[in-house]
Nanobody, 123 residues
Framework: VQLQAYGGGLVQAGGSLRLSCAASGPTFSSHGMGWFRQAPGKEREFVAA????????HYVDSVKARFTISRDNAKNAVYLQMNSLKLEDTAVYYCAASRSPGIVTTLVRYNYWGQGTQVTVSS
């Protein structure tokens, strides 16, 4: 599975962005998918995950009620809708795929990674 994330940019606090992740390969629909982020000087952290069918999702507490992860298996894509953005959401965002079909929240259980896309939230 090859992944490519895009959709980042510069946005004011309180604004919205939608990240997309395009996947190649015939097995996309069997993978649990996730979004992670890494701020300067910090470790990469889990943001959101979605199961193979899209029926289950999970979020880190800091983004609950603001971010929504979704997927379209027909388009081999996963999305992260980010609303009410805060300064602390500034980071490089990565999409990842796990060989597990369920919800995966730990970094080491993701097997495939896309390049990151920069999200910068300004005041």
């Amino acid at each position: 599975v090859q992944l490519q994330a895009y959709g980042g940019g510069l946005v004011q606090a309180g604004g919205s962005l939608r990240l997309s992740c395009a996947a190649s390969g015939p097995t996309f629909s069997s993978h649990g998918m996730g979004w992670f982020r890494q701020a300067p000087g910090k470790e990469r952290e889990f943001v959101a995950a979605i199961s193979w069918s899209g029926g289950s999702t999970h979020y880190v507490d800091s983004v609950k009620a603001r971010f929504t992860i979704s997927r379209d298996n027909a388009k081999n894509a996963v999305y992260l809708q980010m609303n009410s953005l805060k300064l602390e959401d500034t980071a490089v965002y990565y999409c990842a795929a796990s060989r597990s079909p369920g919800i995966v929240t730990t970094l080491v259980r993701y097997n495939y990674w896309g390049q990151g896309t920069q999200v910068t939230v300004s005041s």
